[in-house]
């Protein structure tokens, strides 16, 4: 097992995940975490992936149906502001 960083428990019980974890394991915010346990080690894993609103365009995170760019570019096509 390999240690990927120390940290400190905040007054609230709070711990920040490192960066390079959170990236490796594509966690983000909202993601839900459940934590295992066994024997005297803790698993943490991702149980339930944060619902992102995706552009139905071009797949990028933003917008609840289309991003700012693809709402710009529809409101082109139709000749609005
Ligand atoms: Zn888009």
Redesign the pocket.
């Known amino acids: 097992m390999k240690i990927i960083a120390t940290r400190e428990i905040d007054d609230l019980g709070r711990v920040l995940i490192p960066i390079e974890l959170r990236r490796e394991k594509m966690w983000t915010k909202g993601d839900l975490l459940t934590f295992y346990k066994c024997d005297n080690i803790i698993i943490i894993d991702v149980c339930e992936k944060a619902k992102v609103p995706i552009?139905?365009?071009?797949?990028?995170v933003?917008?609840e149906m289309?991003?700012?760019?693809?709402?710009k570019v529809r409101i082109e096509e139709i000749g609005g502001a």
């Open positions: 552009c139905t365009v071009c797949g990028r933003g917008g289309l991003c700012d760019d693809c709402t």
